[in-house]
């Protein structure tokens, strides 16, 4: 196992600067996933880590060594890909096999490798079948033996579960991550999935446009963004984000939207009197109540059994709350919507940067 440190990296595609300056320290043993929308230069990050990329300008460091100028074959690394990309015309014994066939290891060590990696994935009845005759989480699984046979200092993984159906992606996740804890193998994990970086990580990497907005354990993300973008990126249903107009004016400080409405400012938020600001609150810390809060209009009820989702409008703009009780508003009822003010957030509307004192 290694540690993995990215420094001062950019890349450029023609005149496309994919990636500005990335630095990212990932600890001997950790489990990091690096997360944005598509295009943020997440998957060219990993393909620099692995060296399917050239890095030109900044430093890729495993385990204290620079491998700016290494091969793949030479980085220690194994790498599981979206599509699986199995050899049709060899078994799962032999794929797993192959890259320590390429190695020159003894046939007894190679057995004895694929034989434990196929125990620790629940392959050894599949090892004479072909990848055509397995399902998807199947090869997936032997495409994942095949990293753990070599015994890498680092794993890298590629969007290895955007093929499964959403079932099949569930389970996946959850055996990636008791593998993880079971091998402890420094990892890192491309997805523009937010539900597996929650799940599955020990440390978040937010990137958009080639720059990272933030790095952080999973709930210090969803607790504490820095700005607009991580909020609105990290927590399904995405957070609300309210316009409105700080007043303090000598009294107890509020945000003022229109038709007289206000909420009281969180603790622990700095602003200026008259400051244009975003009031940002998740859907799940919104409670259904009868003053003191934002009347809307409903506009869809979708109840899922564990909890109920409403699709409101207030001031022309959507509003969603995730309450756990059942209740029995139907669209066009006006009710009102509470937010728990010690979980809300206050962020500058021209900067997107969360306020804080």
Do not use: W
Not at 27 to 47: H, N
Not at 245 to 266: E, H, I, K
């Amino acid at each position: 196992m290694a540690d993995v440190n990215i420094r001062a990296v950019h890349k450029h595609f023609g005149s496309t600067h994919v990636l500005r300056g990335v630095a990212i320290d990932i600890a001997d043993g950790e489990f990091c996933v690096l997360i944005g929308p598509s295009g943020c230069g997440k998957s060219t990050l990993l393909r620099m880590i692995a060296g399917l990329e050239e890095t030109r300008e900044g430093e890729v460091l495993i385990g204290g060594q620079v491998v700016n100028q290494l091969p793949p074959r030479d980085r220690d690394i194994a790498m599981v890909f979206q599509n699986y990309a199995l050899y049709p015309h060899k078994t799962v014994r032999e794929n797993m096999a192959f890259a320590l066939m390429l190695a020159k290891k003894p046939k007894a060590e190679i057995a004895v490798r694929v034989k434990n990696a196929a125990d620790i994935l629940g392959l050894e009845p599949y090892l004479e079948r072909y990848p055509r005759e397995l399902s998807g989480g199947q090869r997936q699984r032997v495409a994942m033996g095949r990293a753990i046979v070599r015994d890498p200092q680092v794993f890298l993984f590629d969007e290895p579960l955007s093929n499964l159906d959403a079932k099949l992606r569930v389970q996946m996740r959850t055996e990636i991550k008791a593998l993880h804890q079971r091998l402890r193998t420094t990892s890192i994990y491309v997805t523009h999935d937010q539900i597996e970086a929650m799940t599955m990580a020990d440390k978040i990497v937010v990137m958009k446009d080639g720059v990272i907005e933030q790095i952080g354990a999973p709930l210090d993300l969803y607790d504490r963004p820095v700005n607009t973008f991580v909020a609105g990126f990290i927590g399904s249903p995405t957070m609300n984000m309210i316009p409105g107009t700080v007043r303090v004016n000598g009294g107890a400080p509020q945000v003022m939207f229109s038709d007289n409405v206000a909420l009281p400012l969180p603790f622990g938020v700095r602003a200026t009197d008259g400051q244009p600001v975003l009031y940002g609150i998740r859907p799940e810390h919104c409670a259904h109540g009868d003053a003191g809060g934002l009347p809307v209009n409903v506009v869809l009820v979708e109840p899922t059994g564990a909890d109920t989702q409403l699709y409101c409008r207030f001031e022309g703009r959507e509003i969603t709350a995730m309450v756990r009780d059942r209740i029995g508003c139907r669209p066009d009822d006006r009710i009102v919507l509470v937010p728990d003010a010690a979980r809300a957030h206050v962020f500058d509307a021209a900067t997107g940067l969360r306020l804080v004192a």
